[in-house]
Every structure is written in C-alpha cells, then in structure tokens.
C-alpha cells in the first residue's frame, strides 16, 4: 500500500515538470554549436590540392580536375566532386585540411532515402546545400 501512495505522488510530482521531448518533424531539433552534419561546397574556392581525397578515412570522395582553360592563370579547375553518403561518416577530416575553407560542416543531417543511389550527392547538390551553414563557417 506504501508502494502504491509512493509511486502516485511521483507520477502527481512530474505531471507539472517542464516536458523535455520534441516534436521532431514540426520544430527544428536545437544542436550543439559544434554539431558536425553534412558538407558544404564551395567550388570557386577549391584548388584541386586532393588533400581532402587523401585524408578521408572511407575514401568516399572523388575529385577531378583539368588544367585552367585561361592561359593567364595556373593551377587546375575543378570538374567533379563526388561525396557518397552511403559510407561517409561525417568524421571533419575533409574541412579541416582544405587550406582554402572550400568545404564546411552544416548543421544539416537528415539524409533519409529510399534507394541507396540517391545518397551519392555530386558537385551541384554540394554546392546548393547552403540551408543550414554553422555560424562560424558563414561566409
């Protein structure tokens, strides 16, 4: 009977406690200032160094460049990058080598797909995925 009083007066206790749940789809989820989320590219700073390719520990990126067309300037130009979600693990490698900030975290995380090949997201999606930059990496 002791038991039964003990557990009412807690349920009565936290039925006027502040709710601690979201409701996730209607109202944005608040992330840590720090939260690493999916990249951000910005191909007209990107100097085809590789060094991002080269870093990634799953080898889910894929860049290509060709030699400046203008024959005033040297150094590449870049023609592909390629990001398969699928295997990347969102590990910041990538930003923090490239020496000229091209690539960023977002804040952004919902990658949610029905078909596998729908996560391998090109140079263009990289580039339009400006919705949810981190504070310090705005431009």
Known sequence: MFGLAKGLAYTLK?????????????????????????????????????????????????LTGVKNPDPTKKGKVISTYDINFEICILCDLCTEVCPTEAIVMTNKFELAEYSRDELFKDLQWLDENDQHVRKENKV
């Open 14 to 62: 936290n039925l006027s406690r502040k709710k601690v749940t979201y409701s996730y789809p209607d109202e944005p989820l608040p992330l840590p200032d720090r939260f690493r989320g999916i990249q951000k590219f910005y191909p007209d700073k990107c100097i085809v160094c590789n060094m991002c390719v080269n870093i990634c520990p799953t080898d889910c990126i894929q």
